[in-house]
Structures are given as structure tokens and as C-alpha cells.
């Protein structure tokens, strides 16, 4: 097996706690890998990516009877998921290239966090009317895009979009979870299709199969708890929270960089 089961099951916790939260699961994963020393293969970076359908899940169920709406809901949720997915076709070899640099990942939790310190003083100004129009879909489907850079956190990244065109906090929250179903589907299905119609990288799929159940399960349950408290903290206290403690990890992180620490080590 490329991990073990516990390596397994401590990543897909750390991906369902923090994908819905703005503080990027990718960096997080990115690190913990590097933390256990888990080798960096194939299956491994598709692994981080296909343990979000176990997230993504937790959307559907958590929010069931909002995915039974309208065609013009899923005519937003298009409009905003098409941005990411022209992004993410072209530049797909560069964005992997940049899934093994924990300096990146650590920058762009610094400047994240700066961000989150001051977007309810900068964006909090929410209009009498929260409908999603198709100006504002495509708005929040760039601001997507952002999140491609390992670190800046696609909740983030679609929160701040959505606020900037005056939603409310928990608006701005709920659609972005909305849009993670089809963005992430999206991913977690090439992913799993690349290790398919390749035989070297099919067999070693199937080899690992258990580990990639259990990482969706895991995943999904936690997510479960993650929005619910999400949901509920934001509403009360705002993002500042969120935007220190992604300051000092970026920081930590970076300190640990630059005096040549192995992050196996610790």
C-alpha cells in the first residue's frame, strides 16, 4: 500500500476538517504528508484530491433539499464552476508542479490570514437582497481560480468573492459549499480517471482501493461536524479567527523552512 491506515485516516481528518474552512485542506494535506513522510507518487497527490468527494458528500446531505431547486440554481452553480474548470484543464502541470512546495503553501497561509483579518471590516456590507445573480456567479467562480495556488484555500477564496458582491457571511459560506459539488466531482473524477486509463498507475488504484474508501468515509463524516460549526462561528464572530491562525501557522511553517527542518522530523 502507498500509506498506511493511519496516515490514511489522519489526512482525510485534516481534509474534512479543514476544506469548508478558509484556512486551504490542500496546504494542510500538504504538510501532514510531509509531517508523516508519506512519499509523494501519483496516487498519492490524486489521493488528496479524491478524498474531497467524501467531503463534498457531506454537502448534499447536510443541505438535501436545497439541491432540489430550480434549474436557474444549477444554472449559477454552472456559470461559477466553469472559470475553475478552464483554469484547471490548462494549467493542470503547473498546478501539480506546485503541490510539493510547502514554501508556497506557507506564504499563501501568511497573506491569507491578512485577508481574513480584515475582510468583515472590508466586505461585511451585506445588500437587502442575497440573491446569487449570474454576474455575481461568475464573480465568485474567478475569485475560485485563486484557489488553484496550494495555500490560498478555495473556501477562502469563493467567501471573499461572494462577500465582495454583498452577500452575507452565511450566504457567501453556503454557496460556496454549494459550488464545491460540482468544482471538486470535477477534480476527484479526473483524478480517478488519470490512474484508470493509465495501466501502470490502474493497478496500483486498485491495490489501494481500501485506502481510498476509507479516506472518503472518514472525510465525509468529519465535514459533517466542520460545516455545521462553520456555519455557526462565522455567523457570530467573523473571520478573524480564521485569519491569525493561518498567520501563525504560515509563519511557523516558513520559520521551519528557512532553518532547513526536515518536516518529518516533527
Not at 496546504?27 to 468527494?53: C, E, Y
Not at 464552476?81 to 502541470?93: K, Q, S
Not at 452565511?170 to 454549494?178: D, G, L, R, T, V
Amino acid at each position: 500500500m502507498e500509506m498506511t491506515w493511519l496516515q490514511t485516516i489522519i489526512i482525510a481528518i485534516i481534509e474534512g476538517l479543514t476544506e469548508f474552512l478558509p484556512v486551504s485542506s490542500t496546504g494542510h494535506m500538504i504538510i501532514a504528508q510531509k509531517a508523516l513522510n508519506v512519499p509523494s507518487s501519483d496516487f498519492v497527490k490524486a489521493f488528496t484530491v479524491m478524498i474531497q468527494f467524501g467531503a463534498i458528500l457531506s454537502v448534499v446531505v447536510l443541505y438535501f433539499k436545497r439541491f432540489f431547486q430550480t434549474f436557474d440554481f444549477y444554472l449559477k452553480l454552472l456559470i461559477a464552476f466553469i472559470p475553475a474548470a478552464v483554469v484547471g484543464f490548462l494549467l493542470r502541470e503547473k498546478i501539480d508542479a506546485l503541490l510539493d512546495d510547502v514554501k508556497i503553501v506557507s506564504i499563501m497561509l501568511i497573506l491569507g490570514g491578512i485577508l481574513m483579518i480584515f475582510v468583515d471590516k472590508w466586505l461585511n456590507k451585506p445588500a437587502e437582497d442575497q440573491t446569487v445573480t449570474p454576474r455575481k456567479a461568475v464573480f465568485i467562480g474567478l475569485a475560485q481560480c485563486v484557489a488553484m495556488i496550494p495555500g490560498v484555500s478555495r473556501s477562502m477564496a469563493t467567501i471573499v468573492g461572494g462577500m465582495s458582491q454583498k452577500l452575507t457571511r452565511k450566504h457567501a459560506a453556503e454557496f460556496s459549499f454549494f459550488l464545491a459539488v460540482p468544482t471538486m466531482f470535477a477534480a476527484s473524477a479526473y483524478e480517478l480517471l488519470k490512474l484508470v486509463m493509465t495501466p501502470e498507475t490502474k493497478n496500483v488504484l486498485m491495490d489501494n482501493m481500501t485506502i481510498l474508501i476509507l479516506g472518503n468515509v472518514v472525510a465525509f463524516l468529519v465535514a459533517m461536524l466542520a460545516i455545521r460549526f462553520f456555519i455557526g462561528f462565522i455567523t457570530r464572530y467573523g473571520f478573524k479567527a480564521f485569519g491569525y491562525y493561518r498567520i501563525v501557522v504560515g509563519v511557523a511553517l516558513l520559520v521551519l523552512i528557512l532553518c532547513g527542518t526536515d518536516l518529518s522530523l516533527i
